[in-house]
């Protein structure tokens, strides 16, 4: 008895939606006998609107078929762009791996050439800019650094140290005017002091005019020095001048470091010769 009253109930709702919708009931019905009456037909003209009826359905097929084409180029496009970003990351991390390594290299012969004690630190803070320049150095008395302490990098004098704590220290760098150190001319072994008035170049002074003095002589630090180890490279002159009625030469040095890209340096720790230091003062203090 349920099932006769749902059998009704679900006939009578079909009935509904078949009058609901009875236009498209009768198009459907319509085209499907229509569909039906030319595949059965075989007159030519039927034939020519079939072939083109498939030529129609084919070249809609085709066009609906390159929307999806169009998205999925566009997400390769995207896989390939952010493939383009990985590969460029890579090729500067290899760079700068490459730069590291042939620095490196330069200091492991910096070691081998020296017979003095280093220890090597990165600059964390750096003043160059300024009439008193200096660099802090993540490297302090822990480590054995200590002020009056030459700084050296494997171009090579960079300063001194001039104040240290437990884990950190400063420098005084050749850029600075009150910088002094004790150097010689490489090829004839004249001696010399170098001091900074300014700009990029350092100036060789005391050089008297009788000196034999060239464009590119190679200065370095000499063995008069308390502080800095000798045969330490300084720079090349780049200029020789005379002015009207001085007895020294005007002689302007190009320091070896570059200190713009500066960012590792070496301490040398060796102690300062107090006896030398106090009889050489006192000598002074008589004069």
């Known amino acids: 008895m349920l099932s006769t009253q749902s059998s009704k109930l679900y006939m009578q709702r079909l009935v509904d939606i078949l009058l609901t919708f009875k236009e498209y009931v009768v198009l459907t019905f319509l085209i499907v006998v229509s569909i039906i009456l030319l595949n059965s037909n075989d007159n030519s003209q039927i034939r020519a609107i079939r072939s083109y009826t498939v030529g129609f359905v084919g070249a809609t097929q085709d066009f609906i078929s390159v929307v999806p084409n169009v998205f999925a180029l566009k997400r390769e496009n995207e896989i390939l762009r952010q493939l383009s970003v990985n590969l460029s990351d890579e090729v ?21 050439r020296t017979t003095f004690k280093l220890v090597a630190g990165d600059i964390v803070g ?10 802090t150095v993540n490297i302090g008395e822990a480590d054995g650094v200590k002020p009056d302490m030459a700084i050296i990098s494997e ?5 001194k140290i001039i104040a240290a704590s437990d884990h950190y220290s400063v420098g005084q760098i050749m850029f600075n005017k009150d910088f002094r150190a004790s150097a010689k001319i490489q090829r004839n072994r004249v001696d010399g002091i170098v001091s900074w008035s300014g700009g990029e170049i350092v100036n060789l002074e005391n050089i008297s005019l ?28 780049t200029k020789v001048s005379e002015q009207p009625g001085s007895l020294f030469k005007n002689i302007e040095v190009t320091p070896g470091v570059e200190f713009s890209s500066l960012e ?20 002074a203090r008589k004069k």
């Open 92 to 112: 500067n991390r290899l760079r700068e791996a490459r730069l590291e390594n042939m620095r490196l290299r330069e200091i492991i012969g910096l070691k081998e």
């Open 155 to 159: 171009h090579g004098l960079v300063g």
């Open 126 to 135: 750096k003043n160059t800019h300024l009439l008193r320049n200096t660099i």
């Open 210 to 237: 009788m000196q034999d003095i060239k464009e590119g002589d190679v200065i370095t630090t000499s063995e008069y020095s308390t502080i800095f180890p000798p045969d330490v490279k300084i720079g090349h002159v």
């Open 264 to 283: 590792q340096v070496f301490v040398v720790i060796a102690s300062v010769d107090s006896e030398r230091v106090a009889l050489e003062k006192k000598v």
